[in-house]
């Protein structure tokens, strides 16, 4: 059995649903410090991980779910929107190069603006098709590049994005239960400190949440750029099909 532990996996699920997690822990950790030993500080070390993975799966569903909050259509992504004529994000002269390395290479159709015009919805279908071939292809050929870096970042962003109300929602209980405790009498310097970093989790929660849309726009532009720009130079490899062929092990 393999642990999905590469560095996209950490910094895209596991970060993610750490922070979201982290009132939980923080609380856990924080009621009975002092009989949190032997047995049961392994006990609740085992739990602490158990919860922590649970949520690492329910934060990637929750970033899965935000893509539509995120953009209102597919092409509206900048992978996409960067092959499209009406897109005034990159220059013209750079998205006739590739369209004609996605022609060459890729032997896909590309369209031209009149195409466009008269047909969007076939040309951002012909986008999406020209970016999934292309993917494959960066990833074999560049996997450690640019874009890689930034698909984790737009990944972490996303999904704590798609799971910020339940950041709230933990990060509120965590905070009554802290203060129920320590208004019952159990107060403790952990407890307090725990009640303070639970309340500023709260009020961190609300202010990066706000922005997190926004922030995931902004670093899917990024890959975008780094991905096309990879794919780009891989093109102008004069052994490029042989290196395909040798990547795919025919």
Known sequence: MNFPIDSYELRARYAPSLIVVTPF?????????TEFQGVAA????????????????????CGKRAEKQIWNEPSEK???SFLLWNNNMIGRDLKMQYHKVIYDCLHLPTWSPEFEEGD????????????????????????????????????FARNLYGARWYWVGVSVCMSFTSLFL???????????????????????????????????????????????????NLSENVNYDKRIEGKNGN
């Open 120 to 155: 969007p919805l076939k040309a951002a279908q012909y986008g999406r098709q020209a970016f999934v071939r292309a993917k494959g292809v960066v990833r074999r050929l560049d996997p450690n590049g640019l874009w890689y870096i930034d698909l984790a970042d737009y990944g």
């Open 182 to 232: 320590v208004l019952l009498g159990r107060s403790s310097d952990m407890l307090i400190l725990g009640l303070i970093m639970n309340i500023f989790m709260l009020l961190f929660s609300f202010v990066f949440g706000r922005v997190l849309g926004d922030l995931s726009k902004e670093i899917a532009l990024r890959y975008a750029q780094h991905f096309w720009e990879s794919f780009l």
């Open 42 to 61: 392994f006990s609740g070390g085992i739990l602490s991980i158990v919860v922590w993975y649970s949520f690492s799966v329910f934060v990637r569903y």
């Open 78 to 80: 900048p992978v996409v």
């Open 25 to 33: 822990l923080i609380t856990l950790w924080a009621c009975a410090p």
